[in-house]
């Protein structure tokens, strides 16, 4: 399979925008191995109705969505685009809670940056003429 059948024409902001939406996706999968791992060395207290594995699987799924729309739009495919904006809003309410209420500015600040970069990649004119089929039949141009 030639490069071009696998990657179709985008601008280099949804490019970018693919790897931004992955990198927390990956982070999500991580933080649910680790969970799980506890869970099954017992380190994680689950009394009280708690499921730490029901939690693990929530961020597997979580994790695997955002790493699914990050290849797509890494891909060039316009299906992505939404729900990468949906995700990055959801990843923006994290970073305002992490710098906030929760007083971890360490963390906040990164993920809330990450998230307004994310939003403005994928509302930048190239973008927006891409999502609506006005896009050069060349990849990457720019």
Known sequence: ?????????????IRVAGVLT??????????????FVDALLGTTETSGGN?????????????A????C???LL?????ARTPAFVLALIVGG?????LGPSGQ??????????AVVLVVLLFRAPSRAWALGEYPDKVDSE
């Open 51 to 63: 499921s730490v594995y029901g939690q693990a699987f929530y961020y597997v799924l979580l994790g």
């Open 105 to 114: 500015p360490l963390w906040g600040v990164p993920i809330l940056v990450m």
């Open 22 to 35: 992955t990198l927390p996706g990956l982070a999500a999968v991580v933080f649910a191995v680790v969970l």
């Open 70 to 72: 990050g290849i797509g």
């Open 1 to 13: 399979m030639r490069r071009d059948d696998l990657f179709l024409p985008a601008p280099r902001e």
């Open 75 to 79: 891909l060039g495919h316009t299906w």
């Open 94 to 98: 994290v970073g305002w809670y992490a």
């Open 65 to 68: 969505a955002m790493i699914a």
